[in-house]
Nanobody
């Protein structure tokens, strides 16, 4: 069964850190670009990071650059998002995705169901 399952979300104080995991099953992430989207209350769905299948091109949106890091573990068929220096405006549902053709094309092949991250004192 093909799926992506996120984990690692929760409540964290401003300035804290979280690591989100996204485990793939039924297919290999090696053949896809990987990425993370988020949907904050009152805002549009936003792609915040993407990595090509060859790990040669990595994109971060400006509001997370320098704080978030995307990476993958090929042996575990899992992708991750490490989030540091979290801010209240990072509060959102975070979704992992696999994208077609190994490129960061916004052509999503598979979506995770999302995990809630809440940054609050």
């Amino acid at each position: 069964q093909v799926q992506l399952v996120e984990s690692g979300g929760g409540l964290v104080q401003p300035g804290g850190s979280l690591r989100l995991s996204c485990a793939a099953s039924g297919f290999s992430l090696a053949f896809y670009a990987i990425g993370w989207f988020r949907h904050a209350p009152g805002k549009e769905l936003e792609q915040i990071s993407c990595m090509t299948s060859g790990n040669r091109t990595i994109y971060y949106t400006d509001n997370v650059k320098g704080r978030f890091t995307i990476f993958r573990d090929r042996a575990k068929n899992t992708m991750y998002l490490k989030m540091n220096s979290l801010k209240p405006e990072d509060t959102a549902v975070y979704y992992c995705v696999a994208e077609y053709n190994g490129t960061c094309s916004h052509e999503v092949a598979y979506w995770g169901r999302g995990t809630q991250v809440t940054v609050s004192s």
